[in-house]
């Protein structure tokens, strides 16, 4: 059976980071965008990650430029970004599609895992987020308008 473990994805340093290194760890993996409506919420999910990371959770934010065309800096104007705007300090990866041919493997088995709205496997816009489990398994996924603050209960009944 697949699980996080079985992916590698590329950081937004363009090394690549092996997803075994995340096991035993709560993640909240999330497609973001640095000019998009709900680009607010990185303040939320530095929240959480700040709150719930010395018990093992994490955020991972994977930067997507599929959606209005809302992500359209390079690695370092990302990362730059939101350092400044929002102090984020979890990690991003390098820019990703989730979508369509060129979707990132991580993100077609995400889908697949934990299906949205009336079944659909599509990600719909920015800001979809994938709570995996410490042993590596999607646990829910959550639409964009669902606030990082409305998970926490979900990340406390893994921790």
């Not at 719930?52 to 930067?63: S, T």
């Not at 370092?76 to 060129?102: R, T, Y």
């Not at 990600?123 to 410490?134: A, C, E, G, M, V």
Request: glycine share 12%; hydrophobic share 40%; aromatic share 10%.
């Amino acid at each position: 059976m697949t699980n996080i473990a079985d992916f590698t994805v590329i950081t937004n340093r363009g090394e690549p980071l092996d997803l075994v290194e995340k096991q035993g760890s709560v993640l909240l993996v999330v497609n973001t965008a640095s000019k998009c409506g709900f680009t607010p919420q990185y303040d939320g999910l530095e929240e959480l990650h700040r709150r719930y990371g010395e018990r093992g959770f994490e955020v991972l934010g994977f930067p997507c430029n599929q959606f209005g065309g809302q992500e359209p800096g390079d690695a370092d104007e990302i990362a730059q970004f939101c350092k400044v705007n929002f102090g984020v300090s979890f990690p991003l990866m390098a820019k990703v599609d989730v979508n369509g041919p060129g979707a990132s493997p991580l993100f077609d088995w995400l889908k697949g895992e934990a299906r949205g709205v009336l079944g659909s496997k599509a990600i719909k816009w920015n800001f979809t987020k994938f709570l995996i489990d410490r042993d590596g398994t999607v646990v829910k996924r959550y639409g964009p308008s669902d606030k990082p603050a409305a998970i926490a209960a979900d990340i406390e009944a893994l921790l």
